[in-house]
Nanobody
């Protein structure tokens, strides 16, 4: 029921930009915190960014601060991750996920609290 679908991934050159989209359905986006995560082969999944249900609070992984921006449009039921000045270390599969309501509607660093996930979209930063 609670569904999220990522899109917008692809091949981009270092220093370039990319915008990822997360289309949601089956729930009211106004009540859920949405996180962006990424996982590269052989590495653990890590939180990249998060936006609270209200959209007023956002969190960012230290290494992406100043480069990535998370936003959302409740009417369109979409969440976005604008990625600017990307580098090869950003290469990964990116996922959007919804934090379970039982844990709250604000951002969290705890991966297990995000119980609904998209299928992921591949981002490759290379020349």
């Amino acid at each position: 029921q609670l569904r999220l679908v990522e899109s917008g991934g692809g091949l981009v050159q270092p220093g370039g930009s990319l915008r990822l989209s997360c289309a949601t359905s089956g729930f009211t986006l106004d009540y859920y915190a949405i996180g962006w995560f990424r996982q590269a082969p052989g590495k653990e999944r890590e939180g990249v960014s998060c936006i609270s249900s209200s959209g007023l609070s956002t969190n960012y992984l230290e290494s992406v601060k100043g480069r990535f921006t998370v936003s959302k449009d409740n009417n369109k039921r979409m969440v976005f991750l604008q990625m600017n000045n990307v580098n090869p270390e950003d290469t990964s599969v990116y996922y959007c996920a919804a934090r379970a309501l039982m844990y709250g509607s604000t951002c969290s660093e705890d991966l297990y609290e995000y119980t609904s996930w998209g299928q992921g979209t591949q981002v490759t930063v290379s020349s």
